[in-house]
């Protein structure tokens, strides 16, 4: 289009395709974003009620229905199938008219009258439903339940119950070792070994009664003067070494001081270990 043009039709209506624009709402006036609307969304929830609605009925869902001979109040049901009767006004309304009533007996599908028996779940022994054996929490347990796999698996390293039946660890035993990414072959406790654990030095400490054996100051002492417990001392300075022979409990100040002259310990403490173990 050139600038004479477009300067021709600044005004939309002189345009030649102009159709009167978009239709302003009947109600409150406001544009519409369609041409075929003749009202906005919010006026016409307020109009498409009542006569106006495509599925009114004459207004029989307002309306209440009663029983014609006991006067009790009938469902919206009722209105639809045009019932003038509760159930039990009708069973008696029919034994007037001399009309067989369909209950037990007379009832073409009776068998042995098993309906009217109560059942009970086989597990819980509650009270359940004429068609089914067991309740609906005791059908999804165990090996009865309709989604049972054969159980949960478990881990192969501490052989403990998964959370999934997809699993092969637990996140602990994941996580450990040569499973874990970060695995870099066991330096974590690097100059110790794995055996050197708190278990094993605290049955050195209850061996040794909770006393350093160079100066002779208690685990408790020690623990209000600094708060810490007995260091445990490898005798041949091997660390990797964690038999119960080479072990012994010393404090951090005396532990400190046995690092020099490091033969004289040696064979000081040795032979401390073996007049404890006569």
Known sequence: MSNSQKERFKNPEDHPSYKGGKPNCIDCGKPLTKYSS?????????????????????????????????????????????????????????????????????????????????????????????????????????????CYKGGKPKCKDCYKQLRSYEGIRCRICANTRESNPNWQGGISKSPYSFEFTSKLKSKIRKRDNYTCQKCGIEEKEYLLILGRKLAIHHIDYDKQNCEEENLITLCNSCNVKVNSNRDYWKKYYKDKNKCHSY
């Open 38 to 146: 003749k009202r906005c969304q919010h006026c016409y929830f307020k109009w498409n009620k009542g006569v106006n609605s495509n599925g009114y009925r004459g207004g029989i869902a307002n309306k209440l229905c009663f029983c014609v001979d006991c006067k009790t109040k009938l469902g919206k049901n009722a209105i639809y199938s045009k019932t003038k009767r509760c159930s039990s006004c009708a069973r008696i309304h029919l034994i007037k008219l001399g009309l067989p009533c369909l209950k037990g007996k007379n009832n073409p599908a009776y068998i042995d009258g098993r309906s009217m028996v109560k059942q009970f779940c086989k597990d819980c022994k509650k009270p359940i439903s004429k068609r089914a054996k067991r309740c609906g929490h005791c059908a999804t347990l165990g090996e009865t339940g309709h």
